[in-house]
């Protein structure tokens, strides 16, 4: 069985500044993703970045990055120039060989002027 | 591209009858689908997997003959509740995978559906 952990229901900041999101998660498989998607008032689920396990490198997406620790089991996303519309509820999430996607319990983030 | 839509996206229905909710994947072939589950405030939770052409495969506890899913195509998939009560309002959101290109373990949502049965 996979877990995600997210231990940070709510989250601030202002706007054009930086702000880490941290994620936990615990898994048996080897070969797996990470994934950080975003859910904006909208409800519409968004990919922001992907994370493939095989790959140290971390993945960028404009300005967005993550920090991913393998052995640490840590994946945290990182925001820079953070903007009114990151405002969302943002979900870690991990799938495997299973192809099914397990959700963290999510961060609700607010980008304020 | 990888657009999946969902229709409707508001039913309301009257306790006892049954509603379908439409899921198509529009520029690509689905051969999995997910239909999720999320009540308001807290995240997703799985209710099954469906491959095209075969049964559904249900999570623990979600109730089969309440909820049909139909995987007739490489593009649509559906979900019939059956029987609706109060307590199965919540907002449903599928998802589709995408067969045979990288990232294929990464999943396109559809904006999900507000079920409210009065």
């Known amino acids: 069985a996979q877990t995600v952990t997210q231990s940070q229901p709510e989250m601030s900041v202002q706007e054009a500044e930086t702000v880490t999101l941290s994620c936990t998660y615990d898994?048996?498989?080897?070969?797996?993703?990470l994934f950080w998607y975003k859910q904006p008032p909208s409800r519409q689920m968004i990919l922001v970045i992907r994370?493939?396990?095989?790959?140290?490198q971390n993945a960028t997406e404009n300005r967005f990055s993550v920090n991913f620790q393998k052995a640490a089991k840590s994946f945290s996303l990182k925001i820079s120039d953070s903007q009114l519309g990151d405002t969302a509820m943002y979900f870690c999430?991990?799938?495997?060989?299973?192809?099914?996607?397990?959700f963290g319990t999510g961060t609700r983030l607010q980008v304020t002027l | 591209g990888a657009v999946v839509s969902q229709h409707p996206s508001w039913v309301i229905c009257k306790s006892g009858t049954s509603v379908k909710i439409e899921c198509r994947s529009l520029?690509?072939?689905?051969?999995?689908m997910f239909w999720y589950r999320q009540f308001p405030k807290q995240s997703l939770m799985l209710m099954a997997t469906?491959?095209?052409?075969?049964?559904?495969?249900?999570e623990q506890g979600v109730e089969k003959d309440k909820f049909l899913i139909n995987h007739a195509s490489l593009t649509l998939s559906t979900l019939t509740v059956t029987s609706a009560h109060p307590e199965d309002s919540s907002f449903y959101i599928c998802?589709?995978?995408?067969?045979?290109?990288?990232?294929?373990?990464?999943?396109?949502f559809g904006p999900g559906t507000r079920l409210t049965v009065t």
């Open positions: 998802s589709a995978r995408a067969a045979g290109v990288f990232g294929s373990y990464e999943q396109y």
């Open positions: 898994t048996s498989e080897n070969n797996y993703y």
């Open positions: 994370q493939e396990a095989y790959k140290q």
């Open positions: 999430v991990i799938t495997g060989t299973a192809s099914k996607l397990t």
């Open positions: 520029d690509f072939q689905a051969t999995t």
């Open positions: 469906s491959n095209e052409g075969s049964k559904a495969t249900y």
